[in-house]
């Protein structure tokens, strides 16, 4: 640090950036008992759309954190979010129409997997409802308008130098633990001298948020996205509200005049293909084209999460709901060590947990983005081809003709990932799995899923998995498997033969015994399997059990009580009080796992 002096001021963790990564953070950690300072330079949160799409696994952490209820009954529902449509115009030819965001013949595999629904609900909207929740927990210290500049940090903390915005007076804040969330032009990283790799700056986009009453083309068709098949420049819609609330997205280049509103309301009634609709813009936004993420997301003391670390096209609807993963990710394990009953060597698991879910997120939406802007070549929609010949191609692609019989063929088959990975690609969104950090392997291989990990999900407890869903009973009320894992503490689930694994836990050390909670599953009262689908996804025997950290996330699972015995090991191993195998996050691509330890 600068000096062995204190700053005037201390906090346990200083949060920079109030966006969803940075206020989930503070929320989660203060669910914990944990306090923080949350600042921004902003004079408060989002005031325009940004993301919107929130999945399954978010709806879940938000359950988790008491703010479900809060954000659904307001949100549009997956209903509103059925279909991607492409058309010439909105008025004009409809040229193909999907099912999407786990509707259609995706909905019974969506609704197994989670206790929760997705929806759509706009960043600005949106983030109220976490601050109002972060504020009344009562452990937050919000500060709109005040800037980070720079911090220096030492093995007994962080020193960081903030500006309060109106005043341009300067102070300094002392904390045990940094977290940048402060978006895609993080200082936090920059200081630490982290470089995104990756495309970087491709392209430029304009995000025009409007008003412009669309019903009479867009409810009965109901959607988020409506995609142009002609590609002269014209822009592509995303639902903000129903159905006159959009945000208009177009690829422009560098000489396009982002405040010229005459020339930006052409490119929108290009695509809108009805003089006669009012349009009134309320924002225009300009956007570089990424796809990059940072090749670690902490150095000491400090912590980098969501669009800081991970940037990228909206497609598969993929930025929001990464970035409070990250921040879910993170709590627990910051809980963990600033009460001292894990040492700091668990932080490490972060990085090795979350930098290749944000790899594996940048490829995914690589693919996805590529297959967009090619599809329109499908049915014959070159660029530089006259625009005339474009729209003729549309309005003539169901004739009864063989070059019509090709084009379709064609068309059908540049949907078919769009389908799958494109806008459902469930796997992508709650079945990724971690293969190395705080969890300890079994003997057994791992369970892969059927088709494409990105779209397919396959239920399992093996370790580094998120704990399958499937609906309990207790006291005549249904919860999820989700709900019994505990908010600060490892949950070790156990079967109707539970005596030896609580014998087990009784006889830890307190240190031990103050980071695990048994839960039974089954016998004739308490928390009962009704349908026996747990059953049918658990994988171990009635005598086993599986260890739950407090993110959802299996950490160990033993097939039979004969692995009682390792129970103080395996958890002396996860919070590092004793010597564990690391994973490097520079070799991992596609993350491989290397055991700590083999246990049955």
Known sequence: MESNKKAAESTPVLIVGAGPAGMVEALALARQGIRSTLLTMYPYTAHTPRAHVINQRTMEIFRALGIEESVDAVADPAEFMENNVWVTTMAGTEVARISAWGTGPNRQRYSDASPCNMCNYPQHLLEPIIMKAVVETGLVDVRFGHEYLSHTQDERGVISRIKVCESGHEYSIDSSYLIGADGGRSRVLDQLGIQHEGVQNAGRVLFVWIEADLSRYAQHRPGILYHPVVPDGRVGLILVRPWNEWIAGAYVDDSFDASNHDAILALIRRFIGDETISIRIKHVS?????????????????????????????????????????????????????????????????????????????????????????????????PGLPVSEMVLNAETLFENTTAAAERREALNTALEPLRTTGFNALGAEIGYRYR???????????????????????????????????????????????????????????????????????????????????????????????????????????????????????????????????????????????????????????????PVAATN
Not at 315 to 324: A, F, R, S
Not at 335 to 360: M, N, T
Not at 362 to 374: D, F, K, L, S
């Open 436 to 594: 190395a950090g705080a969890i300890i392997a079994d003997s057994t291989a791992e369970p892969l899923p059927e088709g494409h990990p990105d779209h397919s999900y396959r239920a399992t407890t093996w370790p580094g998995a998120r704990l399958p869903h499937v609906w309990l009973e207790t006291s005549r009320k249904r919860l999820s498997t989700l709900d019994i894992i505990k908010g600060a503490a490892f949950t070790l689930i156990v079967g109707i033969e539970s005596d030896k694994w609580r014998d087990a836990v009784a006889s830890l050390p307190p240190a031990l015994q103050s980071v695990v909670e048994v839960v039974q599953i089954g016998g004739a009262y308490g928390i009962r399997d009704i349908y026996g689908d747990w059953r049918r996804v658990r994988e171990i025997g009635e005598d086993g059990a599986v260890l739950v950290r407090p993110d959802h996330h299996v950490a160990w699972r033993a097939m039979a009580a004969n692995s009682v015995q390792q129970l103080g090991e395996i958890l002396s191993c996860l919070i590092g009080s004793a010597p564990r195998q690391e994973v490097a996050t520079d070799d991992i691509t596609e993350p491989r796992y290397a």
């Open 286 to 382: 300009p956007w570089s084209v990424n796809g990059c993420s940072a090749p670690q997301y902490s150095r000491g003391r400090v912590f980098c999460m969501g669009d800081a670390v991970h940037r990228h096209a909206p497609w598969n609807g993929l930025g929001l709901n990464t970035g409070v993963a990250d921040a879910f990710n993170l709590a627990w394990k910051l809980k963990f060590v600033l009460d001292g009953v894990a040492e700091p060597s668990l932080l490490h698991s972060y990085d090795a947990e979350r930098v290749p879910i944000g790899r594996q997120v940048i490829r995914r939406v690589g693919e996805t983005t590529a297959q967009m802007v090619n599809l329109p070549a499908s049915i014959g929609n070159l």
